[in-house]
């Protein structure tokens, strides 16, 4: 008990939940991660993204976005060819085109972490009522962030994408308040406390994150 409980479906959910999920990301390298694995997931489970994640690894070059966005067309080839990589021509060229629009934003920011930070200040964000089961699959700053990164020229990053790679990345904390989680952030992590803003109509079942809950039917950012 005292757990999300959409996080004990197997182990491998079970860590990435303990160790990943919702812990603030202040490391480039490491939110390009996620937001790779949130475009890559597009159509399939989160589970077979973990399950992936070392084979996207070794075909990303361990998500450095600087090294990717120089890829050429051998290197689409390449990754294609990888054994257990997923065969969507489509999504690699996707990785490929945000990584060269995240070298933009960092040469215009510093890095692609402090931008995306910039939208809360730093801070995780704790919604009222979230941590009660009432949670979004999209709201008022995943819109904002997605229609800035749009405007970017970044692709597959539409609301409830976006609103899902805040959860993940620790920019809103949406364990449930038995989860010793949701605790912990809020003790550790600089923390506001807002009002919902701009959520959809649509929740979430009971607290589960779009990434699991909704595996066929993630906007594309189009
Ligand atoms: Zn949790």
Redesign the pocket.
């Known amino acids: 008990m005292g757990?999300?409980s959409w996080?004990l479906i197997n182990e491998r959910e079970r860590l990435y939940?303990d160790t990943e999920?919702?812990m603030p990301v202040h490391d480039a390298r490491k939110m390009f991660e996620y937001l790779t694995l949130e475009n890559l997931q597009c159509g399939l489970s989160w589970d077979l993204m973990l399950k992936k994640r070392e084979v996207f690894r070794q075909c990303f070059d361990d998500f450095d976005y600087d090294i990717i966005a120089g890829y050429t067309e051998e290197d689409v080839q390449r990754i294609l060819n990888t054994e257990g990589m997923l065969k969507s021509e489509r999504k690699v060229r996707a990785v490929i085109h945000n990584a060269q629009c995240c070298r933009k934003v960092r040469d215009e920011f510093g890095s692609f972490c402090d931008y995306l930070l910039a939208f809360t200040e730093g801070k995780t964000i704790l919604y009222r009522g979230h941590a009660q089961g009432r949670v979004p699959v999209s709201n008022g700053l995943s819109d904002r962030i997605s229609k800035d990164l749009k405007k970017r020229g970044f692709k597959y990053i539409g609301t409830v994408t976006i609103y899902s790679h805040l959860q993940a990345c620790g920019m809103i904390n949406d364990?449930?308040e038995d989860?010793p989680?949701?605790h912990w952030i809020n003790a550790n992590c600089p923390t506001i406390q807002l009002e919902p803003e701009g959520e959809g109509k649509q929740m979430t079942p009971s607290g589960v994150p779009a990434s699991f809950a909704f595996d066929d039917s993630r906007d594309t950012g189009k």
């Open positions: 757990h999300c996080a939940h999920w919702g364990h449930a989860c989680c949701f």
